[in-house]
């Protein structure tokens, strides 16, 4: 920055011009840096509010699905609490790095994991490595969470001698590449239990 002025005789006739030169190299940069944060802060804070908006959208939705499939309101408590639970655990692991999504790996396990279901013991899985976007992940996490729920209460999980095998592949003879997951329970009691809903 360059301030400039006249040094002037006694008559007032300009003999020079004078002047002060400042680097102001250090306070420009800053003033960018507080600009660019500012912008970051108002984009992260858009972000923010989007993923909000589809957090309470999704809650609303295993609200209602789970209104409509509940037998009773003790029955709508552990089913909401439970699928509420599993969505938070989704959310937790994407939280640590959106941009790199969530194993699917981990996703299951983990799922598994909160019914003392361990792999080697009742549980085998089998698939490549596969990195699940956070939309992906949500949607995937409360299926499994569905899956296991039944195994408790139906299927391996409720019988010591129950086992389930988790597997999964990359199709890629299709465009975009499809996820194929399988799960299967063996050793689960024989009882057939009186349905009361489709679904």
Do not use: C
């Not at 108002?42 to 908006?53: A, M």
């Not at 509940?70 to 959310?91: K, P, T």
């Amino acid at each position: 920055r360059d301030t400039d002025f006249p040094l002037l005789d006694e008559t007032g006739r300009v003999l020079r011009i004078g002047g002060i030169g400042q680097d102001i190299t250090e306070r420009k940069e800053a003033e960018e840096a507080l600009r660019a944060s500012e912008e970051r802060a108002k984009l992260l804070l858009g972000e923010l509010q989007h993923r909000v908006r589809n957090t309470l959208s999704v809650i609303r939705s295993i609200t209602r699905r789970t209104a409509e499939t509940s037998q009773s309101v003790e029955d709508y408590a552990m089913h909401l609490d439970g699928r509420i639970n599993a969505f938070a655990r989704v959310q937790t692991a994407v939280a640590r790095d959106p941009a790199a999504g969530l194993d699917l790996t981990d996703l299951v396990a983990d799922e598994l994991l909160t019914y003392a279901a361990l792999e080697g013991e009742q549980v085998r899985m089998v698939g490549p490595s596969v990195r699940l976007q956070p939309k992906a992940a949500e949607t995937f996490g409360l299926a499994v969470h569905e899956l296991a729920t039944n195994a408790v209460k139906h299927g391996a999980l409720s019988s010591p001698d129950g086992r389930i095998r988790v597997t999964w592949r990359v199709h890629n003879g299709t465009d975009p590449p499809r996820l194929v997951f399988e799960w299967k329970e063996s050793g689960t009691p024989n009882r057939t239990p009186k349905r009361k809903r489709r679904g």
